[in-house]
């Protein structure tokens, strides 16, 4: 028996170790798989399909495959095997997958063979395999509004580009099925529209008389054509409001020709709506781009107006009635407004080809193009050129001569020059850049050419080209030309010739003259009015009613002298403290015939300046020792602000001029360092309406005095003769050097130099009257004395009252006479102080006079005055 079970277990051993052999390979699967599974359903669809192979096949079980795991806990995915033997498998959800909680899966995938045998032992797996699936999104929910109802209100009259906007949004997780891409207002046959971003305007003036509330409601559409389940009520109220403006006219006023001046607004009154009204400002224009081109309706032709108007002749019109000579405009579309020139309309398919024998091919270096033209704003997001007038190649090549286009609403004139003319780099290409171009107006614009310059005229006003290019001149051949009216010919390099370049507006009288420019006289007489508007019964007027403009004027103190000291004080100076600001008009009155009446006076109107600037005439500011500053406090109340630099002050905003005196005399200049400043000067000047008014300009010069300066003016004040001494009392000497003293003020100095001038004069005449009389006394005395006698040693006492007449007042004018000729310099400058301010010096002065020798040799040695 034991033998026997030893012999089973080795055969057993021996069947083991065959099948072992037998499964050899791993199964094989791709790389990576891409799946997508559109939610609400579980089956995946694989690129490329799950299929495992195993090189062990056909051998049973080694060759077979058995499984698919899948690793990933949170991948709600299962992999089964559809056919073992052929290794085929599919991918499926384990439940309904939802795009709106996961858009995307990642997670791994492996085959398993079914090892040895049925029990599956001795298995292999494959590699690991990336599997990435994305979920389509299905359209399932529906557009909802943000919120359950909208409201908005708006005053009648007016025409809102977005009174309120509604917003909806969806649940769905994808761009095309989440996405809002239209709304709609179901109700019908309201005045107003929405958008696809759901802003509603209205379409029509509305009027709190017909309507006081508008409900209407919307819908929304997501990009996959859901329609949002509820609609949404909007509500719009209507205010009413007063209209302030022109009432009481017509649209409509019938005027016959020939009539002369016919009243337009004869009962017509302002509307104020019960509020203040400071002024008014009305703008009358007559409008008239309804008419045909131009400006006048019923007016002579275009060649009839050259005439009158002075044109040279030799003019080509390019633009012809059509006849039988001029029939190459027959084909063109025409707008008859007018009776005596056709408008020529080009829709971008029309041009016209102009006979040869009509114009010169080539033209000279002086040249005039002329035309009337209303463009607008070219279609499509890149504009082409378009094309007025082209000279171009009739066959072979495709060259232009010269044209005239628009590009981007920009006007150019393309003139290429041939070898035979220049042979160099010239300039070709002319630029202008205009808002006329297009704006859908009528325009008459005219081009000079005296090459190489040109200029364009545009209803009479000159515009120089932003842009000029050059090119090389054209080299000569034998090929004709071919001038195209509304596109431009292309005769060559192409397979058929054909336009290009359409030209899409309205032209008229488009002329070309060779060899002549018009004068701006005759360009603007060309493209003048004949029928105006006009105000020509001031009389009638009522007297509120001025055509005067206003008259600002600012007057004030336009010199000072201020102390040096002052201006490094905290409170620094101020400059403008007299100031005024006034606004005047000329009274409208009517003169009486034959008599000397003048025309009204002046009268004074309060309104609103916009603006003052201070601006500092000479050297700019020095930031590190001189400023202008106002106080924050100052500007609280008032509508008004200011900006401050090194060139000035500038004080702005619309308030009234009594406020703008309040804030600009507060103005102030500091200097911390004045030492070397002399002067300082200002301009200051005021605005209304944003500059349409301006005051007259009021300048300020600010001088500065120096205590040197002072010392100075004083020694020059009280110089004596050269045979005089002044000796100062050491008391006075504080008052006339602060700077070695106590610090006296400087207007104090200026009246004590003044007394001291005074004092002196007093002396003098003094000293000369009692000279007078000792030579009187000497002659009458009857004791004969030597002729050689002299004063010596005699000390004279003499106390003089200043307010005492004197008694020889002719020989005192005189001597007075003499010292105000010194001093006229001097007294200018103190011409502000009064008597009271010199007559309070009671101080004592030691005049020291050196020997004099007089006519009789007497010498005054040593005199003192005591006074």
């Known amino acids: 028996m034991l033998t026997a079970a030893v012999v089973l277990a080795v055969v057993a051993l021996g069947l083991s170790a065959a099948h072992s052999k037998v499964n050899k390979h791993k199964p094989w699967i791709e790389t990576s798989y891409h799946g997508v599974i559109t939610e609400n359903t579980d089956v995946v669809l694989l690129d490329p399909p799950l299929v495992a192979l195993d090189k062990d096949a056909p051998i049973p079980y080694a060759g077979e495959i058995c499984a698919f795991n899948i690793h990933g806990l949170e991948a709600p995915f299962e992999a089964v095997v559809l056919n073992g033997t052929s290794g085929e498998g599919q991918l499926r959800a384990r439940g309904l997958v939802d795009c709106e909680l996961q858009k995307e899966y990642t997670f791994i995938i492996q085959a398993h063979d079914c090892g040895s045998g049925p029990r599956g032992t001795e298995g292999k797996k494959s590699h690991k395999a990336v599997v990435h699936i994305q979920v389509n999104d299905v359209n399932e929910f529906a ?32 761009p095309q099925y989440s996405q809002i891409c239209n709304y709609q207002i179901t109700t019908t046959n309201t005045p107003f529209a929405i958008d696809r971003n759901g802003n509603i305007r209205n379409t029509e003036k509305l009027s709190y008389d017909q309507e006081q509330q508008y409900e209407i409601q919307v819908t929304a559409w997501d990009c996959g054509q859901k329609r949002a389940l509820h609609s949404v009520l909007v509500r719009i109220d209507i205010k009413p409001v007063c209209k302030p403006g022109w009432q009481g006219w017509n649209k409509q006023v019938d005027y016959e020709p020939g009539t002369g001046s016919k009243q337009l607004f004869p009962k017509m009154h302002l509307e104020t709506c019960g509020g203040p009204l400071s002024s008014a400002r009305t ?44 029939n190459w405009t027959a084909s063109l579309m025409t707008d008859s407004g007018r009776d005596s020139d056709l408008i020529f309309r080009f829709d971008g398919h029309q041009a016209a080809k102009i006979p040869g024998w009509v114009v010169p091919q080539n033209l000279t270096d002086q040249f005039t193009i002329a035309t009337w033209m209303k463009h607008g704003p070219s279609p499509g997001l890149r504009a082409e050129k378009e094309t007025l007038l082209c000279n171009s190649d009739k066959t072979e090549m495709n060259r232009h001569h010269y044209s005239l286009y628009v590009h981007n609403c920009r006007l150019v004139l393309l003139l290429r020059r041939d070898f035979t003319q220049v042979d ?25 050419v005296e090459f190489p310059a040109v200029t ?70 060309l493209q003048a009015c004949k029928e105006g508007l006009d105000i ?83 050297e700019e500011l020095r930031p590190d020792q001189e400023s202008l500053q106002l106080q924050r406090s100052i500007l609280l109340g008032k509508h008004l602000d ?57 300048n300020l010069e600010v001088s500065i005095l120096h205590s040197s300066s002072v010392r100075e003016h004083i020694s020059q004040t009280v110089a004596p003769p050269q045979h005089m001494k002044l000796v100062l009392h050491p008391s006075m000497i504080d008052e006339l050097y602060p700077e070695h003293s106590s610090g006296v003020p400087s207007a104090a100095t200026v009246v004590i130099v003044m007394c001291i001038a005074t004092l002196v004069v007093v002396v003098v005449l003094g000293i000369y009257h009692i000279h007078l009389t000792h030579q009187q006394e000497v002659k009458l005395s009857e004791t004969t004395k030597e002729e050689d006698g002299t004063w010596d040693n005699s000390a004279l006492s003499i106390t003089v009252n200043p307010m005492e007449n004197l008694q020889d007042p002719q020989a005192a004018e005189e001597e007075a006479s003499e010292e105000e000729d010194e001093d006229d310099d001097d007294e200018e400058e103190d011409d502000d102080i009064t008597s009271a301010e010199s007559d309070d010096s009671e101080e004592e002065v030691d005049v020291q006079l050196p020997r004099m020798q007089g006519t009789k040799r007497m010498n005054w040695d040593k005199t003192t005055i005591s006074y």
Request: glycine share 6%.
């Open 456 to 525: 364009l005229y545009v209803d009479g006003v000159t515009y120089d080209p932003y842009l000029v290019t050059d090119d090389w001149p054209i080299h000569p051949s034998q090929i004709d030309v071919q001038l195209t009216v509304g596109a431009c010919w292309q005769g060559g390099e192409v397979t058929k010739p054909r336009f290009t370049q359409y030209f899409r507006g309205s032209l008229s009288g488009l002329t070309i003259r060779p060899g002549k420019i018009e004068s701006q006289k005759v360009i603007s007489c």
């Open 283 to 326: 703008t009358v224009e007559l409008l008239t781009s309804h008419i045909g081109k131009g400006c006048d309706r019923e007016t002579y032709s275009e060649k009839s107006l050259q005439k009158l108007c002075g044109a040279s002749s030799g003019s080509t019109d390019l633009l012809p009635t059509p006849s039988a000579a001029t």
């Open 642 to 698: 200011a900006t401050n630099s090194t060139s000035g002050m500038s004080i702005f905003g619309v308030d009234s001029m009594a406020n703008y005196e309040d804030v600009i005399r507060e103005v102030r200049y500091y200097n911390w360092r004045p030492a070397q400043l002399t002067e300082k000067r200002f301009r200051l000047t005021c605005s209304e309406l944003n500059g349409r008014y301006t005051s007259n300009e009021f």
């Open 143 to 174: 557009p909802v509004f943000r919120e359950p109802e909208y409201q908005a209100a708006v005053t009648e009259g007016k025409i809102y580009d977005s009174i309120l906007q509604v917003e909806a949004t969806d649940q769905d997780c994808s």
């Open 424 to 448: 160099t780099f010239r300039p070709a290409e002319f630029h202008w850049k205009l808002d006329q171009i297009c704006d859908k107006e009528w325009h008459y614009y005219v081009i000079n």
């Open 536 to 618: 020509n019964s001031l009389e009638s007027l009522d007297k509120s009613i001025k055509p005067s403009e206003p008259r600002i004027t600012i007057t004030g103190l336009e010199r000072q002298s201020r102390p040096a000291s002052d201006l490094r004080r905290p409170e620094g100076v101020a400059l403008f403290q007299q100031l005024h600001i006034i606004s005047t008009v000329t009274r409208g009155d009517v003169v009486a015939p034959n008599t000397d009446q003048r025309p009204g006076p002046l009268e004074e109107i309060i309104h609103n300046l916009d603006y003052c600037d201070i601006l500092v005439l000479g």
